[in-house]
């Protein structure tokens, strides 16, 4: 559990975490990968966000699934990204949060997981919270703690590693 004074400092940042879907690239889940294959050569993100056509949330699409697809048994054939739509091999499992955030829940995925997808009640894509944009908080907390609230050292304070 976080302390309720680091919680505090965190959620004090929160606001600059979500960076709005308007401006995060994203595909759609029945374009053709050969059209997924472009946005991400051109964002160069190693992966986005899937969308239907209403802006749910789908899926996720990273470059290796791209990349999977285009292996034949004589090399790679990008003609093969023409045939087959994101909804084919796209990541449907993928965590989602919604507003207000919980910062130790955003803590525990960001271990494993550079972005995490911000949704509404109905699941419409509204953005993405960045590993960079959390660190930065991080960063402000370990270094403005002292600023903000007094630190004593317990008699018995050991730091387990």
Do not use: C, W
């Not at 309720?4 to 029945?30: R, T």
């Not at 093969?80 to 449907?92: A, D, I, P, T, Y």
């Not at 965590?95 to 009640?121: A, C, G, Q, R, S």
Request: charged letters at 25%; hydrophobic letters at 40%; zero cysteines.
């Amino acid at each position: 559990m976080i302390t309720k004074q680091m919680e505090q400092m965190l959620s004090s940042k929160q606001d600059g975490f979500l960076i709005p879907a308007e401006i995060v690239a994203n595909v759609q889940e029945d374009n053709h990968l050969d059209h997924a294959f472009l946005v991400l050569t051109k964002v160069k993100y190693s992966s986005i966000p899937v969308l239907d056509k209403e802006q749910h949330f789908k899926g996720i699409l990273t470059l290796p699934m791209l990349t999977e697809t285009m292996l034949g048994l004589n090399g790679i054939d990008p003609t093969r990204l023409s045939k087959k739509k994101v909804s084919e091999v796209m990541q449907k499992d993928f965590p989602t949060i919604k507003l207000p955030y919980d910062i130790e829940e955003i803590l525990h995925l960001m271990v494993n997981h550079p972005f995490l997808i911000v949704v509404n009640d109905d699941g419409v894509f509204t953005g993405i919270v960045t590993r960079r944009e959390v660190l930065k908080a991080v960063n402000y907390m370990t270094h403005d703690f002292d600023k903000h609230y007094a630190i004593t050292e317990k008699e018995s304070s050991t730091i387990q590693k």
